[in-house]
C-alpha cells in the first residue's frame, strides 16, 4: 500500500510520516508532539 497526502492537504500544511513497522501509530504521534511536532501530522506504518 502507498501511503500519500492530496494536493489539497500538504497545501495547507499537512504532514505524513510513513514506516515500515511501528508497535503504535498513536504512540509515534505522541512521541512527535512531545519532541514539539506541531501541526497536522499523519502517522501511518505498512505494519
Known sequence: MDFRL????RAVGHRLHVHDRLGSTNTEALDQAR???TGPLWVAAHA
Open 35 to 37: 519532541a514539539g511536532a
Open 6 to 9: 492530496g494536493d489539497g492537504a
